[in-house]
């Protein structure tokens, strides 16, 4: 049972355009959402994050939307830049702080 | 050290055989995660060290898979009678708080042959 779905294998989007990475999830006791990017041959790093009394953080290209009553939240990139191709992952989690991984989706940024 | 750092980065070895592998946190973490990543999936989710508190070993997949962490610092993943469902990029991470991002090693990739 996955508690955390990111339903878009990949996503392809145009250099200077915006990408959209969207997650969902099922356990209504999260309240601390993550989102890691992840390069191959290394560990995922740390992207930004929101808490669940918040609806929007944003942290210069990037900018994450939660939407608690839809269990859904998503990450903004723009502009998109081809460094930004990577797989991106979104993790939640609850009081114990365990975190709770979805699936990735590659993002690629084309030139 | 700078970053959580991991070994051995390769690991190949035969069908049966026991492997550890090694992991050791930030200086003076407190909470010790690991993960795994099969081919084509996400991050699953192993066992979780927090100070002196007994782990989580909810999710390690069968009694082949165990894991200790010694003075609240290092941590080894023992997996026995390795099987080739077991080859994975196994990742080690840690964090300072009971909240926030975790700081993720480059992860161990266990190829069982």
């Known amino acids: 049972d996955q508690q955390v779905k990111q339903n878009s294998p990949s996503l392809s989007v145009q250099e200077g355009r915006i990408s959209i990475l969207n997650c969902d999830y099922t356990?209504?006791?999260?309240?601390?959402f993550l989102w890691y990017k992840k390069y191959p041959a290394e560990g995922p790093t740390f992207l930004i994050s929101i808490s669940s009394i918040k609806d929007k953080n944003e942290d210069g290209r990037f900018t994450v939307f939660l939407n608690k009553s839809a269990k859904h939240l998503s990450l903004h990139i723009v502009p998109s830049q081809p460094g930004d191709s990577a797989v991106y992952f979104c993790a939640a989690a609850g009081a114990n702080s365990k975190l709770t991984f979805g699936k990735g989706i590659t993002l690629s940024v084309r030139p | 050290g700078a970053g959580v750092s991991q070994s051995p980065s390769n690991k190949v070895t035969e069908k049966g055989k026991d492997v550890e592998l090694r992991c050791d946190p930030i200086s003076g973490h407190t909470a010790l995660y690991w993960y795994r990543q099969s081919l084509g999936q996400g991050l699953e989710f192993l066992i979780y060290?927090?100070?002196?508190?007994?782990?989580?070993k909810s999710g390690l997949p069968s009694d082949r898979f165990s894991a200790e962490r010694t003075g609240g610092s290092v941590s080894t993943l023992t997996i026995q009678r390795t099987q080739q469902e077991d080859s994975a990029v196994y990742l080690c991470?840690?964090?300072?708080?009971?909240?926030?991002?975790?700081?993720f090693g480059s992860g161990t990739r266990l190829t069982v042959v």
């Open positions: 356990n209504s006791m999260f309240d601390y």
């Open positions: 060290f927090q100070g002196n508190s007994a782990p989580d």
């Open positions: 991470a840690s964090s300072l708080y009971t909240s926030g991002g975790y700081t």
